[in-house]
């Protein structure tokens, strides 16, 4: 298909976090098939310049699908309607002639809007913060490849380091939970020996970091495995699950995350 077409779409417009949002629809014509989502929503900036009106703010930054910036609710889909993809991978032809289009922002509590469609996720940020990370000295380049590890474990720790930290998780879950990101955050350490020192502290303080964002738990709705643009499983919330346990139980780190973590989140076959 080569011929151009228009489409309506009805945006959300919120001047600032603490300004009323509306939808506002708007024509935008003489768009190619080829095109991508946000290179159409660039059509309709330059539009909305050449007549003084203020543009539409939409995040986004590789437009290659590799930092999950863009993130958007496209008709009621996270990052839209192809499968575990993000929306700047998202192509016009996808749509067809006449189509009324709704994009939304994440609506999440812990990803505050800040303008339009960019949304606040710095509260990802502060999870990693709080122990997403190896401050021990692992050595040069060379030293990590003297370290043996086991093939499946290394793979599975790849898989779980494809989290991009796009937050599409968090927006398609109805708990607004974070679990998947960090579970796949602390898998990615967990797995591999030079993670091992920091692991009880790492699984506690990051949980505790998620609390503290008023991110909610996971109760095996499976929504953030399904839109997850890099396909991470939720098996690592498995993982999450018994680093938090064996930590509460042998562990001698501090803080003691709640409880509450094991009551409201079930375990996920890992074998899936």
Not at 11 to 29: A, L, S, T
Not at 38 to 61: A, C, F, G
């Amino acid at each position: 298909m080569d011929k151009h077409f228009s489409v309506t779409i009805r945006v959300w417009r919120q001047n600032g976090p603490d300004e009323k949002g509306k939808m506002v629809p708007y024509q935008v014509n003489d768009i190619s098939p080829d095109m991508s989502f946000l290179e159409m929503i660039d059509v309709l900036n330059e539009d909305l310049i050449r007549k003084n009106e203020r543009p539409i703010t939409v995040e986004s930054d590789c437009r290659e699908g590799i930092c999950g910036c863009c993130g958007l609710v496209v008709n009621g889909e996270v990052h839209g309607p192809d499968e575990h993809s993000t929306v700047c991978q998202l192509h016009m032809r996808r749509f067809k002639d006449g189509d009324v289009i709704v994009v939304e922002p994440w609506r999440v509590k812990s990803f505050p809007i800040i303008r339009d469609l960019a949304v606040d996720r710095s509260a990802l940020d502060r999870i990693i913060q709080a122990g997403g990370y190896i401050s021990v000295n692992t050595g040069a380049a060379p030293d990590a490849n003297s370290i043996p590890v086991n093939k499946e474990n290394a793979e599975e720790a790849m898989d779980s380091a494809a989290c991009i930290g796009c937050g599409a998780c968090v927006a398609a879950c109805p708990n607004g939970a974070a679990m998947l990101f960090t579970g796949a955050k602390v898998s990615q350490l967990a797995l591999l020996p030079q993670g091992k020192p920091e692991r009880e502290r790492r699984v506690l303080c990051m949980l505790e970091a998620m609390d503290r964002e008023s991110f909610g738990n996971c109760t095996n709705e499976y929504e953030c495995e399904a839109v997850c643009p890099k396909e991470v499983k939720a098996s690592n919330i498995a993982r999450l699950n018994r680093e938090f346990l064996l930590a509460n139980l042998f562990g001698k780190a501090e803080p003691k995350a709640a409880a509450r973590h094991l009551i409201s989140t079930p375990d996920v076959p890992e074998e899936e």
